[in-house]
């Protein structure tokens, strides 16, 4: 016998999933979901260029950096975002997230709190004379005299504030280089900066003796390390959103143009140049799949935004590292690990010292016992 059309309608019915558990497990997460999504006013947007995991050409490479690094000052340090090396006193400068400017000593590894700045420093350089300049991200352009003087040069440009005064450097005729990575966010909020996708970042030179700032380029995306070349020709910057290093003249028949300097295996942060004919460009993160289809689509980019916002932080960086590129920008060894994340990389003698803003200890490794090799 045929049954009914109310008992088959009923039947039905019953074998729908509209319990409450489900209602309280699956339908209404997603309706909250959506609807945060709806209601969120972070808008990312399209980048100009789309990364790519595709592998840069590099002749050496050490892929087990983190198995081989020596930890130097555990504990001791809290987030040592830049390095910087005093061979005259024979010490590390690194800026902590908790203020303090610290020294290690070369030798024998001893850290030393040397001044606390109030703020967040991070990218570092020398001075001839013995000062030190600091791209503050929260108080902007510091000098620091040995005797321990804090000084602010500039932390606006036009009357719009410095929010992440990032990396730096010094040319020969006293000119200070650095990047405002964003006037947007703050730094506790940058991950917001790269994943809404939108050029808030500018590259910047001051004077200190005319005390003059001047505004070099803009509208760029997180731009990150400085290097001015060793001949001084050009300054070499890092925009951290685009996985990209390039080049502003500063001599010559392109002075006040931007050309790419070098390809990149990952998102970069500051570099350095050690004097010996190689750049050391730090990066946190490799472009994994994750990363290469969220930059790509800018919905992913809104949903990790609200993730991360409202539930909890993200980290998604991988197989981080350092890259050494000779004069030409062109890569010579690469130095990485699946589970390392860097910000800064300085090579001292025989040495390649590590800093990141993840860690509470910055990695020493040597490259003679653990070179890296080649990879054809």
């Not at 942060?269 to 004097?275: K, P």
């Amino acid at each position: 016998m045929r049954d009914s059309d109310s008992e088959r309608r009923n039947r039905t019915r019953s074998s729908w999933p509209f319990t409450p558990f489900f209602f309280f497990a699956v339908v209404l997460p997603v309706a909250l979901a959506a609807l945060a999504y709806q209601l969120e006013p972070f808008e990312p947007v399209g980048l100009p260029v789309q990364l790519s995991r595709s592998k840069v050409a590099v002749p050496a490479r050490n892929e087990k950096v983190r198995r081989d690094v020596e930890v130097v000052g555990e504990g001791q340090l809290a987030g040592p975002e830049d390095l910087v090396y005093d061979a005259a006193a024979r010490v590390i400068y690194t800026g902590c997230e908790d203020g303090w400017i610290k020294r290690i000593t070369v030798n024998d590894s001893v850290v030393e709190d040397w001044v606390n700045t109030g703020g967040r420093p991070l990218g570092l350089v020398l001075c001839q004379n013995g000062d030190l300049i600091v791209a503050d991200a929260d108080k902007g352009l510091l000098r620091v005299t040995s005797e321990k003087e804090i000084e602010l040069l500039v932390d606006e440009y036009e009357g719009i504030k410095f929010k992440i005064t990032d990396g730096v450097d010094v040319a020969e005729d006293g000119t200070i280089y650095f990047t405002d990575a964003s006037h947007k966010y703050c730094v506790k909020d940058s991950v917001f900066d790269i994943l809404e996708g939108k050029p808030n970042g500018r590259f910047l030179s001051y004077n200190p003796t005319a005390k003059k700032t001047t505004l070099l380029a803009q509208d760029l995306y997180f731009p990150n390390g400085v290097a001015v070349s060793p001949d001084q020709h050009f300054v070499v910057f890092c925009e951290s959103s685009l996985a990209r290093c390039n080049k502003y003249y500063i001599h010559g028949s392109k002075k006040g143009t931007v050309d790419k300097f070098c390809d990149l295996p990952g998102m970069p942060d500051n570099i350095h140049y050690d004097g010996q004919g190689q750049y050391w460009i730090a990066m946190f993160t490799a472009i994994t799949p994750e990363l290469e289809l969220a930059f790509r689509y800018p919905f992913i980019r809104k949903v990790m935004a609200i993730v991360t916002k409202y539930v909890w932080n993200l980290h998604i960086v991988k197989d981080g590292g350092v890259l050494a590129v000779d004069l030409e920008g062109k890569p010579t060894a690469h130095y990485h690990d699946p589970k390392l994340s860097l910000t800064s990389g300085i090579k001292i003698g025989k040495h390649l010292y590590m800093g990141s803003i993840f860690y509470s200890f910055v990695s020493r490794l040597d490259t003679e016992k653990y070179p890296a090799l080649s990879s054809v």
